[in-house]
Nanobody, 128 residues
């Protein structure tokens, strides 16, 4: 089982950018598909972005497409989420997750149940 730790969260103003990172230990991330999810106060957990284990496929939630970018660095055993033009409603705890699978279907990467390892999350607060 791989252990994941998120970092890079903080307090920003609307319109600002943040880059989140997720560091893995225990296993090599090259064997995992990776995803980012978020959960705001009083809200359900929401899919944000995912990247296939090869790095050849990326998938984004409709609300973040064209503003966020997911990337992976297998040499450093990390996955990152670049978030641009943040909005107040995107205040949430952001989680990274890893799943040992490959799929040609973009929708498969949006399912919470396919990710078997989860970090504890990092808080992102977008002020008005």
């Amino acid at each position: 089982q791989v252990q994941l730790v998120e970092s890079g969260g903080g307090l920003v103003q609307a319109g600002d950018s943040l880059r989140l990172s997720c560091a893995a230990s225990g296993r090599a991330l090259s064997n995992y598909a990776l995803g980012w999810f978020r959960q705001g106060p009083g809200k359900e957990r929401e899919f944000v972005a995912a990247i296939s284990l090869s790095g050849g496929r990326t998938t984004y939630g409709d609300s973040v497409k064209d503003r966020f970018a997911i990337s992976r660095d297998n040499a450093k055993n990390t996955v990152s989420l670049q978030m641009n033009n943040l909005k107040p409603e995107e205040t949430a705890v952001y989680y990274c997750a890893a799943g040992s699978f490959y799929s040609a279907s973009s929708t498969y990467y949006t399912r919470e149940d396919v990710y078997k390892s989860w970090g504890k999350g990092t808080q992102v607060t977008v002020a008005t």
